[in-house]
């Protein structure tokens, strides 16, 4: 889905259709965001800032091998629906663009610029451990991996607790800017992809953003095909 949007994509304002089961939607609606990257350095063919992309959805019944019963009922998409795979579009966009930016655009200090984004967001002050703090308050690891590098390395904490809470949960991702591997060093056709090395600390914060109910809103009964209709993000 995404190459095929990729293809087809004008760079003006449009509207992409997607026709597929209530099962498949929020998977679609992923593919279909990741076909918009908000960071490159092409030079557009036309000024696309101002763009708007809206995707409609058409559901079609399940059949699973067995014949379409008639007069089956089934609900549009809420707006909670709607609004999780919004939030999830938003996360994939974003991290696709810190993946792909490069890191002498990217590097730990501009890194953090981005969490500090997010936690503003989400009214969240990140603790931010960086530098010889490291050493000193036991995290070896990430001070050894960094301590040689021009901009030092660093451990970001976004951390929330909802009143009421009984459990704690915490997301771990690790957030090389780019890794060529040191002493040894990557070859030519594994340092390319080091890039993505910064994705898994990307995946950590944009869960925060997400709603963590979105991964069983889509799993209601097929039935009559309805439309519905959800932007992208911005």
Do not use: H
């Not at 967001?121 to 690891?141: H, M, S, T, V, W």
């Not at 021009?150 to 976004?158: E, G, N």
């Not at 890039?195 to 953003?209: E, V």
């Amino acid at each position: 889905i995404t190459r095929l949007v990729q293809n087809c994509s004008v760079g003006v304002n449009e509207s992409i259709v997607i026709v597929c089961e209530r099962s498949d939607v929020f998977a679609s609606g992923c593919a279909v965001a990741r076909a918009f990257p908000l960071y490159s350095k092409k030079t557009p063919l036309v000024n696309n800032e101002n763009v708007t992309v809206s995707v409609e959805f058409i559901i079609v019944p399940s059949t699973n091998g067995k014949e379409i019963e008639e007069n089956v009922e089934m609900s549009e998409i809420s707006q909670e629906e709607l609004k999780a795979l919004e939030y999830a579009a938003y996360g994939i966009r974003l991290t696709a663009r810190i993946v792909d930016t490069p890191c002498n655009e990217m590097n730990v200090s501009y890194f953090i610029q981005e969490v500090d984004s997010i936690g503003q967001a989400l009214n969240i002050q990140p603790l931010i451990i960086r530098g010889e703090d490291l050493a000193k308050k036991g995290f070896g690891g990430i001070y050894g991996v960094g301590k040689a590098a021009q901009v030092s390395p660093a451990l970001a904490v976004l951390s929330y607790t909802p009143p009421g809470a009984t459990t704690t949960i915490a997301w771990v991702g690790k957030g090389i800017v780019y890794d060529t591997g040191g002493l040894s060093i990557k070859g030519k056709t594994a340092m390319p992809g080091m890039k993505r090395d910064c994705g898994l600390s990307l995946n950590a914060q944009t869960t925060c953003i997400i709603n963590n109910s979105f991964l069983n809103v889509f799993s209601s009964p097929p039935g009559i095909p309805t439309v519905t209709r959800s932007p992208l993000v911005p």
